[in-house]
């Protein structure tokens, strides 16, 4: 068992910056996969990125990271849009089961 706590939401303006942080509760060395899904209002939730893939709405502009030291994935966005407001979820996958986080709110608006 993993507990996954996502941190860093809240409110952007756009072409603003907003860093989130996946926080496990014991080592992700061993993750086969880690990313972030978002979810926006009415559509179904899509993957943003993992640790070797972005989508394509978000290449150039989203940087994901990990710190295996720190237990820790981050992803960093740049340059925001308002069609980037969703809930994002952190996931890790780890012997063909998948673990999520809580979820953390980002909206972008001026």
């Known amino acids: 068992q993993v507990q996954l706590v996502e941190s860093g939401g809240g409110l952007v303006q756009p072409g603003g910056s907003r860093s989130l942080s996946c926080a496990a509760s014991r080592s992700i060395f061993s993750f086969s996969a880690m990313g972030w899904y978002r979810q926006a209002p009415g559509k179904e939730r899509e993957l943003v990125a993992t640790?070797?893939n972005y989508a394509d709405s978000v290449k150039g502009r989203f940087t994901i990271s990990r710190d295996n030291a720190k237990n820790t994935m981050y992803l960093q966005m740049d340059s925001l849009r308002p069609e980037d407001t969703a809930v994002y979820y952190c996931?890790?996958?780890?012997?063909?089961?998948?673990?999520w986080g809580q979820g953390t709110q980002v909206t972008v608006s001026s």
């Open positions: 640790i070797t």
């Open positions: 996931f890790a996958s780890e012997w063909g089961r998948i673990y």
